[in-house]
């Protein structure tokens, strides 16, 4: 069964800071990959996707995620944090071959920046 | 475009009482998920409908909870009797098709406490 596992639970950085969420998941076919994030009191917003491609993607507010196949992984990476990134920050797959686009996420990363 | 609607937004109930949850989807979109998120965990899907049809049910407790998407458009999600275990927040989700390269967009939750 496919799974995602997030390696940080709460991660406290000052502003300014560079910031790496690890994301790893278990699925061995084409997979789509996404950062959700949910800003307090807020929903859960996309953040960014990868479908196919550039393994590099670019999402809103300045973060970037990397799709490394060879190590199932899909970090998501912001060069200068800033107090109104403290969020909570979820990692999700789906199967690339699938019809039904079910979601399966990570437990979560609370990203508290201290200002 | 107005966003995924859910009501109500806090819920408070006794153990084995029964509670309901309305979900209004994106105009447009056919495909319809609701997910459970306990806290400390990510949102797991109970189940997917495209259209008014059952596409996903899987992990959805059967004996005790049951949804429906009358018309192809809103849906609703019972919980019968309700169970201390099922305190969690109820998220509704939506997309335009139920590929799983179509990104979903989150209603803001409903929040169920079971005492």
């Known amino acids: 069964a496919q799974s995602v596992s997030q390696h940080n639970h709460h991660v406290i950085l000052s502003e300014a800071a560079s910031l790496e969420l690890g994301c790893n998941y278990s699925?061995?076919?084409?997979?789509?990959l996404f950062w959700y994030v949910q800003y307090p009191g807020q929903h859960l917003q996309l953040l960014l996707k990868?479908?196919?491609?550039?393994?590099l993607v670019k999402g809103i507010k300045g973060f970037e995620a990397e799709f490394i196949k060879s190590k199932f992984s899909f970090n998501l990476r912001k060069p200068s944090v800033q107090w109104s990134d403290t969020a909570e920050y979820f990692c999700?797959?789906?199967?690339?071959?699938?019809?039904?686009?079910?979601?399966?996420f990570g437990q979560g990363t609370t990203l508290q920046v201290k200002p | 475009e107005a966003g995924v609607a859910q009501s109500p937004r806090y819920k408070i109930i006794e153990k084995r009482q029964s509670v309901a949850f309305w979900c209004n989807p994106i105009?447009?979109?056919?495909?319809l998920y609701w997910y459970q998120q306990i806290l400390g965990q990510g949102p797991k899907l109970l189940i997917q409908?495209?259209?008014?049809?059952?596409?996903?049910d899987s992990q959805l407790p059967k004996d005790r909870f049951s949804a429906e998407r009358l018309k192809g458009v809103d849906s609703t999600l019972k919980i019968q009797p309700a169970k201390l275990e099922d305190s969690a927040v109820y998220l509704c989700?939506?997309?335009?098709?139920?590929?799983?390269?179509?990104?979903?967009?989150f209603g803001p939750g409903t929040r169920l406490t079971v005492l």
């Open positions: 989700a939506s997309s335009s098709g139920g590929g799983g390269s179509l990104w979903q967009y």
């Open positions: 699925y061995g076919g084409t997979v789509n």
């Open positions: 990868y479908f196919s491609g550039d393994p």
């Open positions: 999700a797959v789906t199967s690339g071959s699938s019809n039904t686009g079910k979601l399966i």
């Open positions: 105009s447009g979109h056919a495909t």
């Open positions: 409908f495209q259209n008014n049809g059952v596409v996903d």
